[in-house]
Structure formats: C-alpha cells, structure tokens
C-alpha cells in the first residue's frame, strides 16, 4: 500500500481540520484504541475518477483521525459514502447501499455515517437523507471533503446532524492523501467546470472552474513519483481548459511533470473538443511520457444534437482537431463518450452518430442511454426518447463499435509493448493484466511480483475488449 502524501501547501481551512483529526486521534488514543485495537473506516465510493480521487482524500482524512482502513463496511466504526449524480441509476444505488448500512448502525450506535459527493450537493437529496435516513450524520458537498473531520468530531460528542452545502466553490490545498495503488496515481489538476452542457449536472454539483497552482501540481507529482508512481494521471472536469496562471495552460503544465526525473507515464482526462488545443496535441506529439491516447467524447454525430446539448462544437471542427491529432500522432488512440436518445434525437441524427463512429474510428466507446437529470434544461426538454427506442438504437452502436474495436486492435497483433504491470485480471487471477502506450488492457502470464513494474509484452492475440500476449 502507498503512503500517505502530505502536502507541503496547506490552507488555513485545511490546517484548522488538521487540529480536528488530531483532537480525534486523541481521543481515540485515551480510549485506548490505537494499533491493532485503532477504530476502523470504510469509504464507499461511485461514479467517475475524480470522484476516487477525492474518496483517496477522504481515507487520508480518516488515517490522521486515527482510523484503520477496514475491508468491508460491517468493521467500520466511521462509514463515508462519496456518492454521483451524473444518471439516475447511480443515485438509486447509493440510495440503496446507505439504506443497507442502518443494519450496522442498529448494531452499534457508535457508528458514524457521513455521505458526501456529487448527490449530496442538490439540496432536493441532502433533504431526503436527512429526512427519511436518521441515522446518517452528516453530509458534506463536493466542495467540504476537508471538513469531514469536524464532522466526525461533532458527531462522536453527540452534536446535532449537520447538512453542509457550500456557497464558496474554492480549492484546499493540503488534504492529506492515502493512495489505493502505489503505482498508479490520481492527480487532480482543476476542479469544476463552466460548460453547461445541457444534459450535465457537473456544473450544478462541483461549481465554476477553478485550477490548482502548477507549482502545487508540480510538487504533489514529485512526492508521487518518489512514492513509486509510473501512471499519472492529470485529472479535472475539463483539463483543457485548466489555467494555472502566468500562461500556464494543460501543455505547459504537463511539459514541466515530464521534465521531473523518473520513469512514469502521463495521461490526462476528461477532454472538451472546443478546449483541445493545437499546443496539447504537440505535446503529446513530442513529450515521450504522455501516453497517446486522446479521450476526446463527441457525445452525438448531429450537429443539430450537439447545439440541443450546447456544446459549442460541430461534427466538422470535431473532425477537423481529429485529422490534426492522427496527423501529429499517427498511432494515437482515441476514445470517446457517446449518449444515445438524447431528446429530440430523430433517426437522421442518430445515423450522424453511426456515422461520426466510421469516420473517426475510435479505438473504444464509453456509451451512454440518455438520463434525465432534473434541474439540467435537457430534462425539460420536450420530446424524450422512449426507452425502446433509445435502446435498440444503442444495440446498433455498439454492434458497429465493437466491429471497429476488433479492427484496431489487431493493428497491435506482433507488436512488442511496453507494459506497466498493474495488477492481476479480474477474469483470470492466474494472468496479469496491465496497458501499454494505449487504452486496451493487456492480459499476459507472469508472476505477482512484477505487479508495479514495466514489461515488455508482445502481442498474440486481439479480442474487442482486450489484447493478450507473452513477456519477452
Ligand atoms: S464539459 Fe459538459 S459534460 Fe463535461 S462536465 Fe462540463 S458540463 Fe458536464
């Protein structure tokens, strides 16, 4: 397991519930419950990376009060939940798992339940927690995950439930870190996102953009580098448009990470289109440790669709930075999110789709059924897609997709690759599976201890989900 990473920057807002996860600490140690007798925690997390990122904030906030990492919820003494809002789908689980978790609470009412993230932000669900869920203790929004520890606090001397909603959207830096993976790291460069697209609920749960200093990122992926990290990735809402002031945008930024001495790799996600820029793209192009695999989601192929979506691009100018792309980076591999239904998509505009999905002939898709979200102006929209129709019409993308998937893959069939190790499949423990320069997951034999470490591979076989092949 990786250490904790501290950071050297701390803001007042941050050292302040520093002294919370001390008082804490205390008081667990005066009770004796420290080493193997420490208390311990688990932090249940959904929906997207950024979303794991924070959940590795929230473990390091729950190592400095003193707490064990537990593996399962029924060990813990202090559950966190870090929740998405992005479909409906993901909301009802949460729903479900917190309302699984009043079975340990009736067990032992020393427990403390707090649920944050992207659901808990909409005040319409901090209500319904705190109505119909009574033993939750808390809730905190995106912005507040450095003040679970008071919190924490404030339930174990039996205050009053508290419902955080921030009106200030700013970055805190200093949230001690508490890595899952030592060799493959989160790094979240900006927060938020000023896009608005119609159908999105960012916007609403995770505030206007707001980019971290370069010279904070810049340290924290030194203390990563020496704790062992080979994969970084740069994560935010939308990297592109990341400004980290004095002209420093995404390129520059990731010029200075790859000037750090080591040998790692850097990937960088998610992309807007209309941010994607000329100096990105040449960075990419020049900058040995940035990984060539551009995600860079179209989200439909009707130029008719994407102004529904205001999303400030048409299939041409997509198109056009494509060409730019493979020209600068011919072996690049390019992914892309795709919503299907989405209202008002008549059959023209989803042959766009289709169509869009030949021309650029992405290496893989993250596709999506249309989910209303109330409150985005797409959920009002008139003209909703029925659930038939959007899933047959999503059947048929993915048949095509899975084609194109098969086809490019097997541009890698003999190659040799340069492998990090990541860990063991999940399909078959005896195998190891880890990525090359690329998105595709590679399967090969070879022994645990090589997990963390870079292999060459060469490739033998090629399915539509996966690669497999021997170490040579
Ligand atoms: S760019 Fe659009 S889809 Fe992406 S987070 Fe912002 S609003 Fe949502």
Redesign the pocket.
């Given at each position: 397991m990786a250490k904790i990473i501290e950071s050297k920057v701390i803001d007042t807002s941050v050292s302040t519930e520093l002294e919370a996860c001390e008082n804490i600490a205390h008081i667990h140690e005066k009770n004796g419950r420290i080493g193997e007798n420490a208390p311990k925690f688990f932090v249940q997390t959904f929906g997207c990376q950024q979303n794991e990122a924070d959940s590795e904030r929230l473990a390091g906030l729950c190592c400095a009060m003193g707490y064990e990492k537990a593996s399962s919820p029924e060990e813990a003494e202090l559950i966190l939940v870090n929740t998405c809002a992005v479909r409906e789908h993901a909301e009802k689980k949460a729903l479900s798992i917190i309302g699984q978790y009043k079975h340990i609470k009736d067990k032992n009412p020393a427990v403390v339940i707090g649920v944050g993230g992207c659901m808990v932000t909409q005040k319409s669900r901090a209500d319904k927690l705190k109505m119909s869920y009574p033993y939750v203790s808390f809730t905190f929004d995106t912005a507040a995950i450095h003040t679970v520890p008071s919190l924490v606090l404030n339930a174990l001397r039996g205050g009053s439930r508290k419902f955080i909603l921030s009106d200030e959207w700013k970055i805190n830096e200093g949230v001690p870190i508490h890595r899952e993976s030592k060799h493959m790291a989160w790094l979240s460069i900006m927060y938020g996102?000023n896009?608005?697209?119609s159908y999105?609920i960012?916007?609403y749960t995770r505030g206007r953009e707001r980019s971290r200093s370069a010279d904070s990122i810049v340290e924290e992926a030194k203390m990563l580098i020496a704790d062992g990290a080979k994969d970084i990735t740069l994560l935010g809402?939308?990297v592109n448009s990341y400004n980290g002031g004095d002209g420093v945008d995404i390129a520059e930024l990731m010029h200075r990470i790859c000037a750090l001495p080591g040998d790692f790799r850097l990937r960088f996600m998610?992309s807007?289109p209309k941010d994607a820029s000329d100096r990105l793209i040449e960075a990419m192009a020049t900058e040995e440790k940035i990984v060539r695999h551009f995600h860079l989601p179209v989200q439909s192929g009707s130029d008719r669709i994407l102004k529904l979506m205001n999303r400030k691009y048409d299939t041409s100018a997509y198109l056009e930075k494509i060409a730019k792309l493979r020209e600068a980076v011919p072996d690049v591999s390019i992914t892309s999110d795709i919503i299907v239904g989405f209202p008002g998509e008549t059959e023209e505009d989803f042959e766009g789709t289709l169509d869009i999905l030949s021309k650029v002939r992405y290496d893989m898709i993250f596709s999506f059924i249309y989910s209303p979200r109330s409150g985005t102006p797409a959920a009002s929209m008139e003209d909703q897609i029925p659930h038939e129709v959007s899933t047959a019409r999503f059947e048929r993308m993915l048949a095509l997709q899975n084609k194109i998937s098969d086809e490019r893959n097997e541009r890698f069939l003999g190659r040799t690759v340069r492998v990090l190790v990541e860990d063991t499949s999940k399909s078959n423990s005896g195998m190891l599976t880890g990525r090359g320069d690329a998105v595709r997951p590679i399967h090969f034999a070879g022994d645990r201890s090589m997990i963390g470490e870079f292999v060459n591979v060469k490739i033998t076989r090629a399915t539509t989900f996966c690669l497999e092949g021997e170490i040579i």
């Open positions: 996102c896009n608005f697209c999105c960012v916007p809402q939308n998610t807007h």
